[in-house]
């Protein structure tokens, strides 16, 4: 059947094959949909991410846990992984959907994948779910090294003003350009003490605040 590469790909031969076919239908193509899929594969990948953190690294303390699984279950790391997969080919989406470069948008591919996830936990059980992630996050997993482990921009150019009394950075949307399905932002950064205003561009606002606030920390620590 169609869908079967991604079984395949993903070390995973599904008992009920349609359990993979609602995790790859978006909802613009109907019903039965993978967003109820998404929910629950959200939480088992969450739930595996950090297990495996927490065996791999046993003297890391929460914090550092906490934002390294942070990173690895986020949007861009899950559409990573999806495209390597290819899944952007197998998914069912509405004509409009399909028009407009679904099969190629981040937040689509990302929750199919949650999606995916999900479909191998309840024809499978736990420990399948976990052996499939486990599997597609080992070379991610494999370049994590325990002195790289640091604060995201934003969170560093906060306590950075606050630690000197400032106040807190500003954050605005100067534009968004590009199709729907590849999407960029650019964000300004602004700060009053000292008076600093940096750009950061991303596929998402997120991103783009985040390379902001790096900007501004490079200038600012230089």
Known sequence: MAMAPLA???GHDFAQPDLLRTALTH????????????????????CVIADLLFQRFPDLPEGDLSRL????????????????LNVGTQLRLGEGELKSGGAMRPSILADALEAVFAAVYLDAGF????????????PLLADLKPGQFQ?????????????????????????????AHEQSFTVACSI?????????????RRVAEQNAAQAALAILEA
């Not at 699984?69 to 495209?83: F, G, P």
């Not at 940096?198 to 596929?203: L, V």
């Open 27 to 46: 909802r613009s193509y109907g019903v039965p949909n993978n967003e109820r899929l998404e929910f629950l594969g959200d939480g088992i990948l969450d």
């Open 192 to 204: 009053e003490q000292p008076p600093l205003r940096t750009t950061g561009t991303g596929n998402s």
């Open 151 to 179: 604060k995201d921009a934003k969170t560093r150019l906060q306590e950075f003003l606050q630690g000197r009394k400032k106040r807190l950075p500003h954050y605005e949307l100067l534009e968004t350009s590009g199709a």
């Open 69 to 84: 699984r942070a990173n690895l279950v986020r949007q861009e790391t899950l559409h990573q992984l999806a495209q390597e």
């Open 8 to 10: 395949r790909q993903i």
């Open 127 to 138: 420990i399948a779910a976990q052996q499939v992630i486990a599997r597609l996050y080992a």
